[in-house]
């Protein structure tokens, strides 16, 4: 009895050494995968630089100031102090996004001193939006680019605030209400597709504003921002051509001509709807702006928009030949007479330039009288030039 006893603790003992043998070999395999993930990961987010713009991770530094570190930033912001200068910038820049169908991402609702966006995707304005919209309001869809949802600008100064604040001065006798879904990276492709989701689930304004130019130049291909990760997963992305002046000016063109499409099917699905459409084609710092000290304190344009550089002029002449319609107004040309600085960082529009580029929206829609539907006793253009 006793050699049995013992042969059942001996055969005991090598099973508890082998399960503990196949658990250390799993631990040490599960130990191994998570070094690996986050070794991937890590060198992932170093050489994805969608990830410093907030698309997959918040910045741990101030990507604006690291980029223009010689740059006097209380000149941009004279009313705010070294601290809340840099809160903003932070604030601006580690905005998260989320997966969304058919437009690719959309931007996670989000809650802070300078920004706050809703959880119906817009970013909060100079007062509080009701959601859904109200009949009673006179109400507006701004839609645009990360210049449009304005970063490095606090929620009461961007261009769909100041818009907003500007008409209900203006018309009284309406309650406009300006809905702001400027997203970062996106353009008119991408914001054609957010009008027409917005529509389907019955969400539908008076008028609809878009405004475009800079990122339609930068995504030539019409592929959104992520499009290149999904490829990882999905298939091979297509190789760019090098770029020469006879592949510029093809891009340029292909980037008009889908640009031209988008109008034509918002107008479309817009009659449908009864909407008011006004596009407009935006300043960049490129084309039409004296750049020097006073007005553009920056060394050099974010990389990536050298097409922009080359090719604005070609997107001003065709406005000028009238190819996007009556419902398009140019203002490329907003900045043309600044005296002070327009741009918070190399790209994106500081307040003053917000408050010109707004003067600008209303004094063209009004000399076109794109907005005589809803305005009955319109003031003429002249009295807010």
């Known amino acids: ?65 690291e980029a223009f570190p010689t740059v006097d930033f209380s ?65 507006i869809f701004v839609f645009g680019g ?26 009284k006798d309406r309650n406009v209400r300006c809905y702001n879904f400027g997203r970062g990276y996106y353009f008119s492709t991408q914001e054609r597709i957010l009008f027409e989701q917005l529509l389907m689930k019955g969400f539908v304004p008076e008028i609809a504003v878009f405004i475009d130019g800079l990122n339609d130049y930068y995504y030539v291909d019409g ?18 051509p090098e770029p020469t002046e006879a592949t510029r000016a093809m891009a340029v063109q292909t980037i008009l001509d889908r640009y031209r499409q988008n109008l034509r099917i918002i107008e479309g699905v817009s009659k449908e709807f009864k909407i008011i459409p006004v596009f407009v084609g935006q300043p960049v710092p490129f084309s039409e702006f004296s750049r020097n000290p006073q007005t553009f304190p920056f060394p050099s344009a974010f990389p990536g928009h050298e097409l922009c550089q080359w090719g604005y002029s070609k997107f001003k002449e065709a406005a000028k030949r009238g190819e996007f319609g009556r419902h398009f107004i140019w203002c490329g040309d907003a900045f043309s007479q600044a005296t002070s600085i327009m741009y918070a960082d190399s790209i994106h529009y500081s307040y003053n330039g917000a408050k010109l580029l707004v003067d600008a929206i209303i004094r063209k829609v009004m000399k076109k009288g794109l907005l005589e539907a809803f305005f009955k006793d319109l003031p003429p253009h002249r009295d807010v030039d």
């Open 1 to 65: 009895m006793a050699k049995d006893q013992d042969f059942d603790d001996a055969s005991t003992n090598k099973r508890r050494i082998k399960a503990y043998k196949i658990f250390i070999v799993l631990v040490t395999i599960i130990i191994c995968q998570t070094i690996c993930l986050i070794w991937l990961l890590h060198r992932h987010n170093a050489n994805n630089p969608d990830n410093r713009f907030g698309l997959a991770s918040a910045p741990f530094k101030n990507i604006v100031q």
């Open 75 to 139: 000149k941009v912001y004279p009313d705010l102090g070294p601290a809340e200068i840099d809160q903003l910038q932070r604030e601006c820049f580690s905005i998260r996004y989320a997966y969304s169908p058919f437009v690719q991402f959309e931007p996670v609702p989000v809650k802070k001193r300078f920004i706050e966006i809703t959880q119906a995707g817009y970013r909060k304005g100079l007062k509080d939006q009701p959601w859904p919209p109200q009949k009673e309001d006179l109400v």
């Open 146 to 171: 990360s210049t449009t949802f304005c970063y490095g600008l606090s929620n009461k100064e961007t261009v769909v605030s100041l818009l907003e604040k500007r008409l209900n001065q203006l018309f």
């Open 223 to 240: 592929k959104p921002q992520l499009t290149s990760v999904l490829y990882q997963h999905t298939g091979r992305e297509s190789p760019h």
